[in-house]
């Protein structure tokens, strides 16, 4: 592997040649794909400096409007609003831009986090006055906690009208949601809207990234502008890819080269910047355990020998690490303090990301930077070349992690075939049935709380095929429900030849149900799955586990949402998605075809409700908290 990779350097051999030889030596194609890409970088010239572009007999609004063109923004995301005439009349001969109308503001925060996550691209928000801000704050939550990088433009009202208390006047609107955006400002000078937007832009895209906020006087969406300033896209991108330093690289190699049992634990920066490649091939080459942050997406494919799920998913290993590195992960993000540290203390701890809030923050650590987790990978990965070949310890150990992969696949198998029959449906079952009715290169949106490790256990996101051809999940750390069917929207609208799921909870289906007219109204193929145990089954798992009342007498106040039952089916069909519920798993597998026929086929979105187990301890309560109010009748348990 060392001679291959100083011949590429040395342009003695070219890209295929080096990725042929890396791969006949157990090296994945997309591990050696990107160490070659990471190697063999050419040389070009810088193209000459764009012009700024001034634009002149503007209003504000049509300023902005140019601006986004120029910035290669195609799409608006949000709900119209008295405060933003100036800037949605420029939209009318503006046909570059797409407005994508949103039924509520939440929808159209989660349809620009999903397009972003998709994309790699910055999205525009509009927002209306503090009512539409209020909306969106749930979701812009999630936008922030996984550091998804966004704008939001809110109108307010004329500043010639400010301070009379008039009505959605809000005096420090542009302060609303300071504690969960990268950057907030309110416009004074309608003539700097644009490098306010450019200063937007730039800001939420700067590590560890996440919203930008912006408010804008409706008067100044509508006045004249003098003669005014673009500076184009081109001369306002900035590589935020950080190579820590020499020494930092080397320590790194000294520990995972001298650990009996390295693990690799890969977190939420990963959304933004995939380090797949580069950390599938530093496992396989020292024989590393690669496990995923809780809460995270699956942002490792499932399929790979090293992958060992989740950390926490087995205690037994978690216990045997020696050195565990963290690429651009919280540590650690669980929904209470861990009663057990989750590795072992005496374990070399490495801590590398670009959230300086976060590195070293929560945990002892050993070795820790401010850098790019991609960039790091990569300069360790030559390092680990650089000193020559695995060890016969550490090919041995990359065997035995392989063999504890694939029983652990074996085992999660055998699990699912007895769950098999199960009535009502199992989540397995649905798992598994999913796994094999999607596209190999499907955008999988995920959003189901209490059943999101079914996902790791049984949705294949094959490491054979490269990055580009794989499977991609999304899902939020953030917590705040209602965000996975408008998200999907935004996924698809961004790769629309990607087929595209979104798995949802019966009740986050109910937090963000108005995003399906926006399906339907422009024609955004996806395929919803409600995981309808209808619960909100984390709710009675804690409740049950906090072991009092509750626990002993059945009753989880909040939880059922049953009684009446809801009609989802009915619910998308309002809204212009058609769909089927599904309680027979003979037929789940059909029902399933039919949904991936209609938004393949038929190009249509479609719903697909399926009634499964409940679980955890409780499961068997169907009690809810009653009283009548058309009988003056109270609780009678």
Request: with cysteine; net charge negative.
């Amino acid at each position: 592997m060392f001679a291959a990779s100083k011949d590429l350097l040395d342009h003695k051999i070219g890209r295929r040649a080096f990725i042929g030889t890396m791969t006949a030596g157990g090296m994945s194609v997309a591990g050696a794909s990107a160490l070659a890409e990471t190697l063999d970088i050419p040389i070009a010239s810088a193209p000459p400096p764009q012009s700024a572009r001034i634009v002149e007999g503007l209003t504000g609004g049509e300023a902005l409007a140019e601006f986004l063109i120029e910035w290669d923004v195609n799409y608006v995301f949000g709900l119209a609003g008295s405060e933003e005439v100036g800037f949605l009349d420029a939209l009318i001969d503006r046909k570059q831009l797409n407005y994508c109308t949103c039924l509520h503001e939440s929808a159209a925060m989660a349809m620009a986090d999903g397009y972003s996550r998709s994309t790699g691209r910055t999205p525009f928000i509009q927002l209306h006055s503090v009512a539409g801000a209020a909306y969106a704050l749930g979701q812009l939550v999630n936008t922030w906690r996984d550091r998804v990088p966004a704008v939001i433009m809110t109108g307010r009202q004329s500043s010639d009208f400010r301070g009379q208390d008039g009505f959605l006047e809000a005096v420090n609107l542009h302060e609303l949601p300071r504690d969960y955006t990268q950057w907030i400002w309110d416009v004074m000078d309608p003539a700097t809207i644009p490098e306010v937007m450019r200063r937007a832009f730039l800001l939420a895209e700067a590590p560890p990234g996440g919203p930008a906020f912006v408010t804008v006087s409706k008067d100044f969406l509508e006045q004249p502008l003098p003669p005014t300033q673009i500076t184009p896209r081109s001369r306002s991108r900035i590589d935020y890819d950080v190579v820590p330093p020499d020494d930092h690289v080397a320590r790194i190699a000294d520990a995972l080269s001298t650990a009996q049992f390295p693990a690799l634990f890969v977190g939420n920066e990963a959304i933004r910047w995939d380090a797949s490649a580069e950390i599938s091939a530093i496992a396989e080459h020292i024989g590393a355990a690669v496990m995923t942050a809780p809460k995270v997406p699956l942002i490792f494919p499932t399929t790979h020998p090293a992958y060992l799920g989740e950390l926490g998913d087995d205690p037994a290993i978690a216990a045997r690490i020696d050195c565990f590195w963290s690429l651009g992960g919280h540590m650690f993000k669980h929904g209470a303090k861990a009663k057990s540290p989750p590795i072992p203390p005496g374990a070399v701890t490495i801590h590398t990301g670009l959230n300086e809030g976060e590195v070293g923050r929560n945990y002892p650590v050993d070795i820790a930077a401010v850098a790019g987790m991609r960039a790091t990978a990569s300069a360790v990965m030559a390092e680990l070349l650089r000193r020559g070949k695995p060890s016969g310890a550490m090919n041995a150990r990359r065997d035995a992690i392989a063999n504890a992969s694939a029983k652990r696949r074996q085992d999660l198998d055998a699990i699912a075939d007895r769950e098999a029959g199960n009535e009502p449906i199992a989540t397995s079952r649905l798992m598994r049935e999913l796994n094999a009715v999607m596209a190999d290169d499907a955008s999988v949106v995920s959003e189901v709380v209490s059943s999101d490790q079914y996902l790791r256990y049984y949705l294949d996101i094959d490491h054979r095929r490269p990055m580009a051809q794989r499977r991609r999940n999304f899902d939020t750390t953030g917590g705040v429900l209602g965000w996975g069917v408008a998200a999907a929207i935004g996924v698809k609208i961004g790769n629309p030849q990607r087929e595209t799921w979104c798995l949802t909870g019966d009740g986050a289906l109910n937090f963000g149900a108005q995003a399906l007219w926006t399906a339907a109204r422009y024609e955004v193929p996806i395929g919803i799955v409600v995981f309808n145990n209808g619960q909100y089954q984390s709710n009675r798992r804690f409740l049950h586990w906090y072991g009092r009342r509750a626990a002993e007498t059945g009753q989880y106040p909040g939880v059922n949402l049953g009684h009446p039952d809801i009609d989802h089916v009915a619910l998308a069909k309002a809204y212009g998605v058609e769909g089927e519920t599904i309680d027979d798993p003979a037929g789940l597998a059909a029902a399933l075809k039919r949904a991936a026929r209609a938004i393949r086929e038929e190009k249509r979105p479609y719903l697909l409700d399926v009634r499964i187990e409940k679980r955890y301890g409780g499961a068997q309560s169907d009690w809810f908290d009653f009283f009548s109010v058309a009988k003056g009748m109270g609780r009678t348990s």
